[in-house]
């Protein structure tokens, strides 16, 4: 994700597969601000040079979407972005990559106002798999993003 504003620490994108992610179901809920780089530092935003370096340069926030979180399910799946209340402690109200229906969300935490007014969204698909010698089948189980 690529965004124009370095006010963007009560983002959140959620997932949920077969239906659009709502506030109260959604396959898994990512903080935007927690989402670290390739030396597994979090990208602290407000920062100008952080802003300057992963937004103006082109840089995207990346995610990986693990095989745990994918759990062998196939068909659409859906991404929304929301923006929680200033008054809100993301950091406490979401628990990071868990399911909606974890924690106690309600409509009056969020606020409708993104404060970007641009955002640019990319997705890669792609499958990596091993053959287990032991059950004879192509498995992903395990398999981890590494940022080379």
Request: with cysteine; proline share 2%.
């Amino acid at each position: 994700m690529r965004l124009n504003s370095t006010n963007n620490t009560n983002l959140v994108f959620m997932l949920r597969h077969k239906n659009l992610p709502i506030l109260t179901n959604c396959t898994l809920i990512k903080i935007i601000s927690k989402i670290e780089d390739k030396d597994g530092k979090t990208l602290s935003l407000p920062c100008s040079h952080i802003y300057q370096r992963y937004i103006l340069s082109g840089d995207y926030y990346n995610f990986f979407i693990s095989p745990d979180i994918i759990a062998n399910r196939t068909g659409a799946w859906y991404m929304g972005v929301m923006s929680f209340a200033q008054s809100v402690n993301v950091t406490t109200a979401v628990k990071d990559e868990a399911s909606c229906s974890a924690m106690d969300l309600n409509r009056d935490m969020l606020e409708y106002d993104l404060r970007t007014n641009y955002y640019v969204t990319r997705i890669y698909t792609s499958g990596c798999y091993f053959f287990n010698k032991t059950s004879e089948i192509w498995e992903a189980g395990g398999i981890r993003w590494v940022y080379i």
